[in-house]
C-alpha cells in the first residue's frame, strides 16, 4: 500500500536532496564545488520528472485537504524549476568567482536556493493559510541569508537589513489578515472559507478588514507600490547572482498565493479586492516606470522595471469580474499567469546578460558597461535587445503577447481608461528599454575585454532568448495550458 500520495514526491525528494546536497558539500575542497553545482542540476530535473508523473487533470487533495496537486501548481512548479536551474547556470562562474573573497562558497548559495525553492512549492501548492504561511517565510528566510551572504560588502549587508525588516513587517499584516479571516470564518481552509464567506451569515466588516491586511502582504512580496521600497535597494544590493534569484521563481510564487488566497478563498469578496488591486497596479506602473528613467545603474533600473510589471500583471485579477459577470475570470486569471512566466523567462535573461559581462574583480551593474556591446558580440547584443524589446512590449516578442492578453481581458471586463492608462506607461517606459538597446549599439565600448563565459552559459543563454522570440510568434500552446490551467482548478 502505498501511504505517500505522489503528488507530495516532489517536495520530499527536494527536501531529502537538499540535506544530502548540504552533507557533501561540507566535505568538499573548493576546487570541487562542481560537484555541489551538477548536483542541485539533477535534483531538479528529477523533481521536474515526478511533477510530470504526478500531475493530473483535476485537482487532488492532500493532507486533510492542506494541500492540493492540480494543474496550476504543476505549470508554476515546473517553471520554477526551470528559473532556479537557470539561475544556477548563469551564476555558476559568478559564484566561483567570488567564492572566497566574498563569502559566497558554493554550497551554501546552492543550499539556500533549493530551499527558497521548498518554500516556494509549498506555497503554490498549499490550500490552507498556515501552509501557505510557511511556505512564504521557508522562502523568505533562506533569500533574507542569501542576500546577507556577502557579509564584508557594506551594501549587501545594508540590504540585507532592509529586506528582512519590511519582511518581517510584511509577515505580521498576512498574519494580522489571516487572524482576522480565521476570526470571521472559523476556517483555515481556502474551499471551506469561500462557502463561508459567500453565505449570508458571514461577517463581512471584518472578511472585509482581513483582506486588506492580507493584500498588504501580499503586494510586498509582489514588490508593487507602496511596499515596493525594499526592492530596488535589494536587487542593487544583492549579489547579481542573488538579484537573479530573487527576480525569477519567487515571483511565480507570489502570483500562486495571490491567486490561492484572492480567487480560490476570497472569491465571494471579488469586488471588494479588486478596487484595492486596481489602486495598486496603477500606482505600481505610474511610479515604477517614471522612477526608473532616472536610474543609471542597470540592476536598480531593473528593479523598477519590475514594480511596473507586477503591476500590470495585477491587472488580470482586477478584471476578472465585472459588474457581476464571472465567465471573463478565466481568460483573465490565466492572463495574469501568462504574464508572470513571461516576465520570469525575460528577467531570467536580462540578468544573466549583466552576469555574462560580469568578471572576477568586475561588477557588470551600470548601464553604461553595455556601451559597445554589439561591437564586442554581436549576438549577445541581439540576445539583450530581444530581452529588452520583450519588457518594453514590442512585437512579435512574448512580452508583447502577454500584455496584450491582459489588455484583452481589461478591455472585455469594461475598463477602457485602465487599458488606456496601461499602455500610456507602457510607452513611458519603452524610453528606458530602449536606452539600453542604443548604448549596445550607437555608443562606443568603454570596455574591450573579450567576454568569456561556459559553454553551458552560452548555449542557456542563446536558448532563453531565443523562446522569448518563438513563444511570441507562436504563443498558443503556453496560453491555453494557462487558460486550462486556472478554469479547471476554478471548476473545483
Not at 496537486?69 to 559568478?94: C, E, M, P
Not at 498588504?216 to 536587487?235: E, I, N, Q, R, T
Not at 531570467?348 to 548601464?367: M, P, T, Y
Request: glycine content about 8%.
Amino acid at each position: 500500500m502505498n501511504l505517500i500520495p505522489t503528488s507530495l514526491y516532489p517536495e520530499i525528494f527536494l527536501l531529502s536532496s537538499i540535506c544530502l546536497i548540504l552533507l557533501l558539500d561540507m566535505f568538499l575542497k573548493d576546487d570541487k564545488r562542481n560537484v555541489t553545482y551538477a548536483l542541485s542540476l539533477v535534483t531538479l530535473g528529477v523533481c521536474g520528472a515526478l511533477t510530470l508523473g504526478a500531475s493530473s487533470t483535476g485537482s487532488v487533495y492532500l493532507s486533510n485537504n492542506m494541500f492540493v496537486s492540480d494543474a496550476v501548481s504543476s505549470l508554476l512548479k515546473l517553471f520554477s524549476y526551470i528559473a532556479v536551474g537557470v539561475t544556477f547556470i548563469y551564476g555558476r562562474q559568478y559564484v566561483a568567482d567570488r567564492g572566497m573573497a566574498t563569502g559566497i562558497l558554493g554550497g551554501e548559495f546552492y543550499v539556500l536556493a533549493l530551499f527558497s525553492l521548498l518554500g516556494q512549492m509549498v506555497m503554490i501548492s498549499g490550500n490552507n493559510l498556515l501552509i501557505i504561511y510557511l511556505g512564504l517565510e521557508l522562502m523568505s528566510l533562506a533569500l533574507y541569508a542569501l542576500v546577507a551572504l556577502r557579509r564584508d560588502h557594506t551594501v549587501s549587508t545594508e540590504a540585507a537589513m532592509k529586506y528582512f525588516v519590511l519582511g518581517a513587517l510584511a509577515s505580521g499584516f498576512l498574519l494580522y489578515g489571516i487572524s482576522m479571516l480565521y476570526g470571521a470564518t472559523g476556517t483555515l481552509n481556502l474551499n471551506e472559507m469561500s462557502k463561508i464567506a459567500a453565505s449570508a451569515n458571514a461577517n463581512k466588516t471584518i472578511l472585509v478588514f482581513g483582506i486588506v491586511f492580507l493584500v498588504a502582504g501580499l503586494a510586498f512580496k509582489l514588490g508593487v507600490v507602496p511596499f515596493h521600497m525594499w526592492v530596488p535597494d535589494v536587487y542593487q544590493g544583492s549579489p547579481t547572482a542573488v538579484t537573479l534569484l530573487l527576480g525569477g521563481a519567487p515571483k511565480l510564487a507570489a502570483f500562486a498565493i495571490t491567486y490561492r488566497l484572492l480567487v480560490e478563498g476570497l472569491f465571494p469578496l471579488v469586488v471588494d479586492w479588486q478596487q484595492m488591486l486596481m489602486v495598486l497596479a496603477v500606482m505600481s506602473m505610474a511610479i515604477g516606470n517614471i522612477t526608473a528613467i532616472a536610474q543609471t545603474n542597470l540592476k536598480r533600473m531593473l528593479a523598477y522595471s519590475t514594480i511596473s510589471q507586477m503591476g500590470f500583471m495585477l491587472l488580470g485579477f482586477l478584471s476578472g469580474v465585472s459588474n457581476g459577470n464571472i465567465t471573463l475570470a478565466g481568460e483573465a486569471y490565466s492572463a495574469s499567469m501568462f504574464y508572470a512566466i513571461t516576465y520570469v523567462m525575460t528577467t531570467l535573461g536580462s540578468f544573466g546578460i549583466i552576469l555574462l559581462l560580469s568578471r572576477a574583480g568586475f561588477e557588470a551593474e551600470n548601464i553604461a558597461d553595455l556601451k559597445g556591446l554589439n561591437k564586442r558580440s554581436k549576438w549577445f547584443a541581439f540576445i539583450m535587445m530581444l530581452f529588452m524589446f520583450s519588457l518594453a512590449g514590442i512585437p512579435p516578442l512574448m512580452g508583447f503577447y502577454a500584455k496584450l492578453s491582459v489588455l484583452s481581458s481589461v478591455v472585455a471586463a469594461g475598463q477602457i481608461w485602465l487599458a488606456v492608462a496601461a499602455v500610456m506607461f507602457s510607452l513611458i517606459g519603452a524610453f528606458y528599454y530602449l536606452r539600453v538597446v542604443k548604448v549596445m549599439y550607437f555608443d562606443e565600448p568603454a570596455d574591450t575585454a573579450p567576454i568569456s563565459a561556459g559553454m553551458d552559459m552560452q548555449i542557456v543563454l542563446s536558448v532563453n532568448g531565443l523562446a522569448v522570440l518563438i513563444l511570441g510568434i507562436l504563443p498558443e500552446a503556453l496560453l491555453f495550458r494557462c487558460v486550462e490551467a486556472v478554469k479547471t482548478s476554478l471548476a473545483s
